[in-house]
Nanobody, 124 residues
Framework: QVQLGESGGGLGQAGDSLRLSCAASGRTFRGYVMAWFRQAPGKEREFVTAITWSGGKTYYTDSVKGRFTISRDNAENTVYLQMNSLKPEDTAVYYC?????????????????WGQGTQVTVSS
């Protein structure tokens, strides 16, 4: 059974940094794109960033470019999201997701596996 488990969320103030982790278990994720999505109260789940299996390609939504960095450790089946210069509008539940694809997709419907989410709250 495939499982994705996020950790590292919490409370912060504007300008702070947080690092999220997503540990995958149950199978090898060779060839899988790993992504982070987020969902704020009353809003739809939105794409944040994703990374290919090799790590050679990444993609970010415009609102986090230059502030967030996605990375992965395939030996540990773990993907990370380093979030710097946090803003109150980054407040959301952050979800890790995975899909076996060669190219990055930003549609949540494309992803087969999801974590349970971790709350990130940023105060002004």
């Amino acid at each position: 059974q495939v499982q994705l488990g996020e950790s590292g969320g919490g409370l912060g103030q504007a300008g702070d940094s947080l690092r999220l982790s997503c540990a995958a278990s149950g199978r090898t994720f060779r060839g899988y794109v790993m992504a982070w999505f987020r969902q704020a109260p009353g809003k739809e789940r939105e794409f944040v960033t994703a990374i290919t299996w090799s790590g050679g390609k990444t993609y970010y939504t415009d609102s986090v470019k230059g502030r967030f960095t996605i990375s992965r450790d395939n030996a540990e089946n773990t993907v990370y999201l380093q979030m710097n210069s946090l803003k109150p509008e980054d407040t959301a539940v952050y979800y890790c997701a995975a899909v076996r694809m060669l190219r990055i997709t930003t549609s949540p419907r494309s992803y087969d596996y999801w974590g349970q989410g971790t709350q990130v709250t940023v105060s002004s």
